[in-house]
């Protein structure tokens, strides 16, 4: 699909299968006469000579004068359309041949069959949206949560973009301060603004930029699952714990040491909160080379987890613990850990290990223990109440900017590099049009978010590809 060609008339069904109703889209130079060639009105005028934004009742003949259905077509002119062209929607009966029938007749009469989110393609490259806008609209349709969808609503709506809009402002002004330095750098005599002032700016906007690269956590977690890493030794269940929260047999259990050797995912709603759970190779010291990776990428996902939880085989937790604690602990700082002693059916008194083992917390891991049985299911319960408490998601309201979309954090933390060198850049007294080079960065790199003329074909059609179609 050539993502730029725009010119012609496209059509296609937008409402799933299976509803009472189905809807077909056309939009494009041609969509009111192309579907007035298929639709009879009832009574009155044919769709081309009536006024936008009207329903018009009427049938869809075939070609041989059969009545295919009996409808009604909204009416929408360019550009005070989504897509910002003219064009119609067909409510047909949902049946599937119907709006097959229906979707034939306009291709006949010279409709292209749509390619995923053309039509929120065509509202971006007419203006109606920028980018970060059109990618909110897919999150939208995803949406699966009232955090999701407030997320995605906030987006949709133009908060991010309104945000963004400020700091380009910022940094425009900034930009042609330092320009003016440099167009009269050769008279001495002239004063310009002084330094501190542009450093204010500076720190303004990095404020701004470093706040939406942080709420990336949060939106991240809310949109795809908070990562929960289940870690520990091989064989002290940690497969069968991943089993029993997702309460389906997803993961390979064995009495064999080193049985996961992959990581594992999978999430799971739990009390409204989505959890995206991370089963990992149990980590022991091995000469096996694809083991080996396999613990890599264990504390890989540790490192990228914001909850941790430490499976202990209870018949040998003193040991355990001993063994793991400095490879362990040093890297929870910041998160929440769980110290899970499992196997508890076969220890009857598992409540020494920890006060028993001299370990040292980092002042900023917020540290937990549970006793349960995996296999028994037993204390799963209780260990979910945890995990809800250990969540503790902010609220987000429909008014909050949070970035969810990875294309817009690597964006903005681009963009905070930038706005970093801009920062040394002053306090070190460097040159002007050193400084405006970096600003310059940073400036790009928020253009790319909401999709400035620099977008490239390439970039588009990676996100609209993911769209529906119909959208
Ligand atoms: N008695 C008892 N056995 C358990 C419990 N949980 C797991 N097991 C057993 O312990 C063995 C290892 O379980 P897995 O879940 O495969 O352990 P793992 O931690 O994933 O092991 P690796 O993938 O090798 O790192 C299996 O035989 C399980 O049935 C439990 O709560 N009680
Ligand atoms: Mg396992």
Request: charged share 25%; net charge negative.
């Amino acid at each position: 699909m050539n993502i730029l060609y725009t010119d012609d008339t496209i059509c296609a069904i937008a409402t799933a299968q299976g509803g009472a109703i189905g809807t077909i889209r056309v939009s494009g130079k041609e969509a009111i006469s192309i579907t007035d060639k298929i639709f009879t009105p009832a009574g009155g005028a044919p769709l081309s000579e009536r006024k936008p934004y009207t329903l018009t009742f009427g049938h869809i003949m075939s070609e041989n004068g059969e009545i295919v259905d009996e409808v009604l077509v909204s009416l929408f002119r360019g550009p005070h359309s989504y897509t910002g062209e003219d064009s119609t929607e067909i409510s047909c009966h949902g049946s599937s041949y119907i709006l097959q029938q229906v979707m034939q007749l306009l291709v006949k009469n010279g409709c292209r069959a749509a390619g995923p989110g053309e039509f929120t393609q065509r509202a971006f490259l007419n203006g109606k949206m920028d980018l970060s806008q059109a990618e909110a609209v897919a999150d939208l349709i995803a949406s699966t949560s009232a955090a999701t969808h407030r997320m995605a609503m906030s987006q949709m709506r133009g908060g991010f973009s309104r945000e963004l809009s400020a700091l380009r402002e910022k940094l425009l002004h900034l930009t042609s301060l330092m320009e003016l330095e440099l167009d009269f750098s050769d008279h001495e005599e002239l004063e310009f603004a002084d330094r501190s002032e542009l450093s204010e700016i500076a720190s303004q906007v990095e404020t701004v930029i470093n706040g939406l690269v942080h709420s990336f956590s949060v939106g991240n977690a809310i949109k795809n699952g908070i990562p929960v890493a289940i870690i520990g030794e091989t064989n002290a269940g940690k497969s069968t714990l991943l089993n029993a929260l997702l309460n389906e047999e997803r993961a390979i259990v064995s009495d064999i040491h080193g049985t996961t050797r992959d990581v594992i995912e999978d999430t799971m709603n739990i009390d409204g909160v989505m959890f995206r759970f991370i089963d990992t190779a149990g980590i022991r010291e091995t000469s096996d080379e694809i083991e080996s990776i396999g613990i890599e990428r264990s504390f890989q996902k540790l490192d990228q987890a914001s909850i941790v939880l430490w499976v202990i085989d209870s018949t040998e937790a003193k040991a355990q613990i001993e063994a793991l604690k400095d490879k362990v602990i040093p890297r929870c700082e910041g998160k929440k850990l769980i110290l899970v002693m499992n196997k508890c059916d076969v220890t009857p008194d598992p409540a020494v290990f920890v006060s028993d083992t001299e370990i040292f917390f980092p002042e900023n891991v917020c540290m937990e223990t549970i006793s349960i049985s995996a296999k028994n299911r037993k204390g799963i319960a209780e260990l979910q109440e945890l995990l809800v408490k250990a969540a503790a998601l902010p609220e987000v309201t429909q008014n909050d900017v949070v970035v969810s979309n990875i294309r817009h954090y690597e964006a903005l933390t681009h963009a905070l590099e930038a706005i970093h060198r801009v920062q040394d850049g002053l306090e070190m007294n460097l040159s002007g049009d050193l400084v405006s080079q970096d600003l310059r960065e940073c400036l790009f790199h928020l253009a790319e978010i909401v999709g400035g003329e620099i977008t490239n074909d390439e970039v588009l059609g990676n996100i609209f590809r993911n769209f529906c179609i119909g959208k």
